[in-house]
Each structure stands twice: as structure tokens, then as C-alpha cells.
């Protein structure tokens, strides 16, 4: 079988963030994308398997507790002088 790599128009390499540096191809299992400017690579199972399970961890959703500041009211007046003529 011959794989046929294609560049992804538009895409964005993670690495080296130039445009249009990508390609792609697929064997029966996976996906893969490569850059031809800086050599990253990396690839992904067609069928979903290797994604992480559950939540991702973000900084909003990571233990530990953060102490904020209590909330202030703000007071919206209006402007006194009128700039219409």
C-alpha cells in the first residue's frame, strides 16, 4: 500500500507556528501530522482510543483553593455636563 502524504492548507505548526508546513497521512490505525520546517510530529488512533479520559486539566479546574477578593459594588452616575450643542 502506498501512503500519500498531503500538506493541510492553512494549518499552523504547535512547534514552530509557520503556516502551511503541515502534512498529514493515515495508515489502517492511525493519523499522523508532520512539519517540514522544524520536525514535529505526532499522531492519533482513528478510533478515538488514545484520547484522555474525563475531564482536561486547566487551571480553572485543578485542586487547591484560591482566595479572591471580596466582590465591590461599582456606582454608575451620570455625566453633569451635557457636550451636546
Known sequence: MTIVKRFIA???CPRCGEMDTL???RDESRE???C???D???SMALDG???PQGEL???VNRGGHVELEPAQPLNFVTNP???KH
Do not use: I, L, P
Request: glycine share 4%; net charge neutral.
Open 10 to 12: 492553512g494549518a499552523v
Open 49 to 51: 482510543s488514545d484520547q
Open 23 to 25: 502534512k498529514m497521512y
Open 81 to 83: 455636563v451635557s457636550t
Open 40 to 42: 514535529f510530529s505526532d
Open 36 to 38: 517540514v520546517r522544524c
Open 32 to 34: 499522523y501530522r508532520e
Open 57 to 59: 486539566d486547566t487551571r
